[in-house]
T-cell receptor, first 113, second 112 residues
Framework: QQQVKQSPQSLIVQKGGISIINCAYE??????FPWYQQFPGKGPALLIA?????SEKKEGRFTISFNKSAKQFSLHIMDSQPGDSATYYC????????????FGKGTMLLVSP | ETGVTQSPTHLIKTRGQQVTLRCSSQ?????VSWYQQALGQGPQFIFQ???????GRGNFPPRFSGLQFPNYSSELNVNALELDDSALYLC???????????FGPGTRLLVL
C-alpha cells in the first residue's frame, strides 16, 4: 500500500517557468510534510517542509501548498533554473512514534535552458 | 552538505555474501535511520536506532540488522545477499526532538 502518491513521474519546464509537483497522502496521522531534492550520486537534501496547521509556506523560489481536507500538498518552484534539475521527493511522517519518513516515488525535473 | 558520512561509497558483492555499511551521524544527533533506495524509487525505511536500541522497523526481513554505538554512529548489516538487495543505502540522522532528518550521500551496493 503506497501511503504517499506523487505525480508527475517526470517534468520538463523551460527556464523561468513554474514547476509544480503534487502529492497525496492517505494516513491522516501524518503531521509533517517535507520535500527533498536529490541530485545523481547524492543523498536527499531537505528543501522545505510544512506542518498541517498552515496552508502555505514559502522559502525563496520554493512554495509548499497544503490542503488538509483533500489530503494533498504540492511543491511550486518559481522561476525554475537549469540548476533545479534534479529528482524531487515528497514525504510524510508522524511526530508520534518513530517519526520515520514515508516517501513518494519521486519526480524527475528537467529545466531546459 | 550535511554532517552525515557513510562508508564505503560503492560496494560489489555476490549473492549469498554478507555486507556491513557504516554511518557517522551529524554532531549532536542521537537518532539514526537507514533507508533503501532502489533505482528509480523513493527511499524505503529499514529501521531506526535511538540511544543504541532499535526503536522502529520497516517491512524488511531479519537478515537486515543494525547496531548503534555510544558515539551514535551506526552499522547496517545484510546477510545472505540477494540480487534485489542492489540499491543505494542511505543513512539519516536527527536529534531526538527534531523532525528533520539529514541524509548522508549513501552507499551504492551491487549484488551480482
Amino acid at each position: 500500500q503506497q501511503q504517499v502518491k506523487q505525480s508527475p513521474q517526470s517534468l520538463i519546464v523551460q527556464k523561468g517557468g513554474i514547476s509544480i509537483i503534487n502529492c497525496a497522502y492517505e494516513n491522516t496521522a501524518f503531521d509533517y510534510f517535507p520535500w527533498y531534492q536529490q541530485f545523481p550520486g547524492k543523498g536527499p537534501a531537505l528543501l522545505i517542509a510544512i506542518r498541517p496547521d498552515v496552508s502555505e509556506k514559502k522559502e525563496g523560489r520554493f512554495t509548499i501548498s497544503f490542503n488538509k481536507s483533500a489530503k494533498q500538498f504540492s511543491l511550486h518552484i518559481m522561476d525554475s533554473q537549469p540548476g533545479d534539475s534534479a529528482t524531487y521527493y515528497c514525504a510524510a511522517s508522524m511526530r508520534s512514534g518513530y517519526s520515520t519518513l514515508t516517501f513518494g516515488k519521486g519526480t524527475m525535473l528537467l529545466v531546459s535552458p | 552538505e550535511t554532517g552525515v558520512t557513510q562508508s564505503p561509497t560503492h560496494l560489489i558483492k555476490t549473492r549469498g555474501q554478507q555486507v556491513t555499511l557504516r554511518c557517522s551521524s551529524q554532531s549532536g544527533h542521537n537518532t539514526v535511520s537507514w533507508y533503501q533506495q532502489a533505482l528509480g524509487q523513493g527511499p524505503q525505511f529499514i529501521f531506526q536506532y535511538y540511544r543504541e536500541e532499535e526503536n522502529g522497523r520497516g517491512n524488511f526481513p531479519p537478515r537486515f540488522s543494525g547496531l548503534q554505538f555510544p558515539n551514535y554512529s551506526s552499522e547496517l548489516n545484510v546477510n545472505a545477499l540477494e540480487l534485489d538487495d542492489s540499491a543505494l543505502y542511505l543513512c539519516a540522522s536527527r536529534g531526538s526532538q527534531e523532525e528533520t532528518q539529514y541524509f548522508g550521500p549513501g552507499t551504492r551496493l551491487l549484488v551480482l
